[in-house]
């Protein structure tokens, strides 16, 4: 039978181990590929955030943050015709008072900088970015001043790259990306 004294270390290293370790969890999603990407959106377009603001809404069944951020100057990428000037779209997750919602996976968009956009509208007619972060490209200038598209800022680990959009979009500029978005538009 153990001592007391022997109880006392194999608890206290076990509760030593349990705080020393760190617990390690992801998640990961099949990656859209760009004529995925492409085909389930209404749009492809250069936008810049405006205005956003989060609120309380239910989504499906539950009561969520959602954020809605007005985007306008809007170039299409895709050559469909744009009927407005500016839209909202919504976004799951955002900060109302002091409660904040994080989504992981989700697009989120900086207000004043450029993005390249997919968009398309849910059921009831909600604009949102196509396939949440992985349709979402923000817009910066590389070392030598030259506008590149750049993966969303939260796009999660992805399975099955070959043909994704997020491994094909960037470092393009928005022309290249352009003739990319033609060709499968192209595409039986």
């Known amino acids: 039978m153990p001592s007391r004294r022997d109880l006392l270390l194999g608890i206290s290293a076990g509760a030593a181990h349990w705080a020393l370790s760190s617990t390690a969890s992801a998640s990961s999603a099949y990656a859209l590929s760009l004529k995925d990407l492409v085909t389930r959106s209404q749009h492809a377009l250069v936008a810049t955030p405006t205005h956003s603001e989060a609120r309380w809404e239910f989504v499906g069944d539950a009561r969520r943050i959602v954020t809605y951020t007005q985007l306008s100057s809007l170039q299409s990428v895709d050559g469909r015709a744009l009927t407005k000037q500016e839209l909202a779209v919504r976004t799951l997750g955002g900060t ?9 996976g989700e697009a989120r968009m900086t207000l004043s900088k450029p993005n390249l956009v997919f968009i398309d509208q849910d059921d009831a007619g909600i604009w949102r970015v196509t396939g949440m972060a992985q349709g979402h490209y923000p817009i910066k200038p590389d070392l030598k001043g030259v506008s590149r598209l750049n993966p969303s800022p939260d796009v999660p680990a992805l399975l099955r ?5 997020i491994a094909l979009l960037p470092g393009l500029t928005v022309s290249e990306a352009e003739t990319l978005v033609a060709r499968q538009l192209a595409k039986p």
């Open 96 to 104: 109302v008072g002091n409660i904040q919602q994080i989504v992981h």
């Open 161 to 165: 790259l070959q043909d994704a959009a």
